[in-house]
């Protein structure tokens, strides 16, 4: 997931999304998964992976300000992880905020 970053930008880029902020959490988070899964059906759709889909999704949670915000969870080896999809960067979320959590999809 890291190196997925690169290809978001570029598709957000190529579809003339140059910007955003804040109010774009949920959206960025969701075709963040969206794409990230339609990748993983490309490129093993020919290998016969015994996995059909990623373990990803999208997560809000309130954060320690007050606000509302949007992720994308992944469950990897190394247990449930969330990725800021703005940044593409892995985050660790404090036990507030995990506390906070209100909606999940996967």
């Known amino acids: 997931l ?5 290809y978001f930008c570029a598709t957000l880029y190529g579809d003339g999304i140059l910007e955003w902020d804040a ?5 960025f988070a ?3 998964v969206a794409l990230a ?4 059906y490309r490129e093993t759709f020919y290998n016969f992976e015994k ?3 990623m373990a990803i999704g999208t997560v809000w949670y309130a954060s320690t300000d007050g606000s509302g915000h949007a992720l994308v969870v992944a469950l990897t080896e190394r247990g449930r992880i969330f990725i800021e999809p703005q940044s593409g960067n892995e985050v660790e979320l404090t036990l507030a ?6 909606l999940e999809v996967f």
Do not use: L, V
């Open 51 to 53: 996995a059909n889909a």
């Open 37 to 40: 899964q339609a990748r993983f």
């Open 30 to 32: 969701s075709y963040y």
């Open 2 to 6: 890291p190196s997925f970053h690169d």
């Open 23 to 27: 109010r774009s959490a949920g959206h």
């Open 97 to 102: 905020e995990q506390a906070g959590t209100f």
